[in-house]
């Protein structure tokens, strides 16, 4: 499981174009980390790139209401008429942000304490271990639906923290974890012999040789922030402006149009772009995980 | 640990009096090693760490309920501010005359009584009362939904590990790790959308609820089958988007006991192939997954909050949704508690469970008692 990691061979080779090359080929291997490489890039196109040339509309026209698709409105229309691929293409961001950010918080919480706390060990791991244990058992999401309720967030960077300080916990076990079977190899022995510091220890020694594994899990934490920032669009409680995926379920479900046959398209546009963007990155992760970890899937 | 620390407490109190804190040290020690005690300190702490943060949540940030409630009661009958806040006081079960940290203390040691204060909506309805009402559902339709999914899964989990690399392991491998990444409101969503309104093969609206209004509760095949009739979307919600996790972790344990030396030996020790399944391989893989359980205990019943609202299964999920739409705080604050303490009590029981099923913490125990 962590052999693996020292075996990267972009360690070796030299400029970030052989890298990515070197990458894809290892995962050429893998169908189905290619197909969730192509749909998370897919997405982050999607969502950031086109909306530059095709701008959120909001022209309502009560003539055409759940329009089946066709070539004005390739996925149809909402309740009051408006072109449901409009509002997939731009109700991308929001979500893609806020999951990328709270992975990214909490991802940099967890392996700042995790790898310290391996690393010093004694009573500063005791204390951190015994926090991350009480963390864990708290219930997220009853705790994060309220403080949404309460602090009225409309902010997509107070969204993205408040799901990474609830939800580190578990990432924080895994790296630790990881760290603690690292810190005896030899050349984690042989920096520590050289009074290199700890500093220099985690983030040169320790760290760089997780780094598989580290993008690994920012993935599914992702996935997991995602699942946290959609319901709570779901829910209504993120009063973004415009509009995204989360908020188009939130519609669908306050205004009835489950119930309503004709709707279809206009409800599947969104449960589907969550669902295979979800996919995506739960596919891309997991052939990481066979590629770097081989031991953990294939049973070697 | 576990095994050696309650002997040495008793040699403590051999030596005698000359080292009685010695020996009441370990003692305690002795208490402490016990996973009893940790897992209910720990659980004491965690629902202390949660409480304090809803009251603090509710209380300190700007524009804070109980500031806005005062408010919102003088603008819309025109009392005074002292008698608004004496409203607020007892609907919020705070002396907002006190200050914060005493006002803190009596939340804590109300708490501890189980007083919970009233729901600001139906004035007088203790928020107790409305929690029993609601915590039944989904505890029944998340432990139904959780259960039958571990069940399934592990076994699933075990048969891929078995034969894997085979067209069975495929399939369940690559079905597992599809419906695990599904949400489950999108699933419920789908529910809803294909059976329910497309295809009109369930009677989505007279599904809704917990039970029919008209059937009496009690122990009636035609109450049991009602309520199993109204749960069973939500359950099945559940079943589907968590038994991949169970499959996938199962089959990854299972590989790893596979190739653990006494698996070998039994082999070699010419033992039946079903009893290496059951005894060696299957206990041990499961292990791990005891404690997953009780973590996912924990997921699941705030992942419900999604799937209740959209399936309108009147559980704590749909009445933290009407508590959030109508400013209910007190009772906001009493679900999130009771959804602490309910993770908190599964993964006491998980911890018992493990000390059970893990033949090394068996054994110790078996020694000392």
């Known amino acids: 499981m962590t052999a693996a990691a020292a075996t990267l061979p972009a360690d070796r080779s030299g400029g970030p174009l052989a890298k990515t090359l070197d990458f894809l080929r290892l995962l050429s291997g893998r169908p189905i980390g290619l197909i969730g490489l192509a749909g998370v890039i897919f997405f982050l196109l999607l969502a950031f790139v086109v909306p530059a040339f095709v701008p959120y509309q909001d022209k309502v026209d009560v003539t055409a209401i759940y329009q089946p698709p066709s070539l004005a409105h390739p996925l149809g229309t909402d309740s009051s008429g408006r072109d449901v691929w409009n509002q997939i293409i731009n109700g991308g961001r929001d979500i893609l942000l806020v999951g990328f950010l709270a992975a990214f918080f909490s991802t940099v919480i967890a392996v700042t304490f995790g790898s310290l706390a391996a690393t010093v060990g004694g009573r500063l791991d005791t204390l ?5 244990d009480i963390w864990l058992t708290i219930p997220h999401l009853p705790i994060l639906i309220v403080a949404a309720a309460v602090l009225n967030l409309s902010n ?3 969204i993205a923290f408040i799901i990474a300080v609830l939800g580190w916990a578990s990432l924080l076990r895994q790296i630790r974890a990881q760290v603690l079977s690292l810190r005896e190899r030899d050349y984690v022995e042989a920096a520590r012999s050289l009074d290199l510091g700890l500093f220099h220890i985690i983030f040169r ?11 690994i899990h920012f993935i599914f934490a992702m ?3 995602i699942y946290a920032v959609a319901g709570l669009m779901l829910l209504g409680l993120v009063p973004l402006s415009g509009i995204n995926w989360g908020l188009m379920l939130n519609l669908a479900n306050v205004k009835g149009a489950i119930y309503f046959k004709d709707s279809i398209w206009y409800i599947l546009s969104p449960i589907l772009a969550i669902m295979l963007f979800q996919l995506s990155l739960v596919w891309l992760a997991s052939a990481l995980e066979d590629i770097f970890n081989p031991r953990l899937r294939s049973g070697g | 640990m576990a095994a050696t620390t309650p002997v040495q407490s008793q040699a403590g109190f051999d030596v005698g009096g000359r080292r009685t804190y010695g020996a009441a040290r370990n003692l305690f020690g002795g208490i402490w090693a016990t996973p009893i005690v940790r897992a209910l300190a720990r659980g004491l702490l965690t629902i202390f760490v949660v409480s304090t943060m809803t009251f603090f949540l509710i209380r300190l940030l700007p524009g804070n309920p109980v500031d806005l409630y005062i408010n919102q009661v003088i603008a819309e ?12 006081s007892g609907l ?20 501890v009584r189980g007083d919970l204060g009233n729901s600001l909506l139906s004035q007088g309805t203790p928020v107790t009362s409305v929690l029993l009402a609601f915590l039944p559902w989904t505890l029944f339709a998340v432990g139904s939904g959780l259960l039958l999914s571990f069940v399934v899964g592990v076994v699933l989990g075990l048969l891929a590990a078995y034969w894997r690399n085979s067209i069975f392991d495929t399939a369940v491998s690559s079905i597992g790790s599809v419906v695990s990444s599904v949400p489950n409101y999108l699933v419920a969503l789908l529910f809803v959308v294909f059976l329910g309104t497309q295809l009109r093969i369930l009677p989505i609206t007279e599904m809704r609820g917990a ?3 008209g059937i009496a509760p009690g122990f009636t095949p035609a109450y049991i089958g009602d309520v199993l009739f109204h749960g069973a979307l939500p359950i099945t919600v559940y079943f589907l988007t968590l038994i991949g996790h169970w499959i996938l972790s199962m089959k990854s344990a299972t590989l790893a006991t596979l190739e653990e030396d006494y698996v070998t030996v039994a082999r070699a020790r010419g033992l039946a192939d079903r009893r290496i399944t059951s005894a060696y391989i299957g206990r041990n893989a499961i292990l791990p997954l005891v404690t997953q359980f009780a973590i996912s205990a924990g997921y699941v019943v705030g992942g419900a909050l999604f799937v209740e609202l959209i399936l309108v299964y009147p559980g704590l999920g749909l009445k933290l949704y009407q508590a959030i739409q109508q400013r209910d705080y007190p009772v906001m604050q009493g679900i999130v508690l009771i959804i602490t303490v309910s993770v908190v009590l599964a993964n006491i029981l998980a911890d018992l469970l493990y000390s059970r099923l893990d033949p090394r913490i068996g054994r110790a125990g078996g020694a000392a008692g």
């Open chain 1, 128 to 132: 951190i271990l015994g926090i991350t």
């Open chain 1, 156 to 158: 997509l960077f107070y």
């Open chain 1, 205 to 215: 020694e320790i760290l760089p040789s997780m780094r598989s594994y580290i993008v």
């Open chain 1, 223 to 225: 996935t997991s922030s």
């Open chain 2, 77 to 88: 009958t025109g009392i005074t501010y002292a008698q608004a806040a004496d409203q607020a």
């Open chain 2, 92 to 111: 919020f079960n705070l002396d907002l005359k006190a200050p914060l940290h005493q006002q803190y203390f009596d939340f804590l040691t109300r708490l």
């Open chain 2, 211 to 213: 039970s029919t209004p």
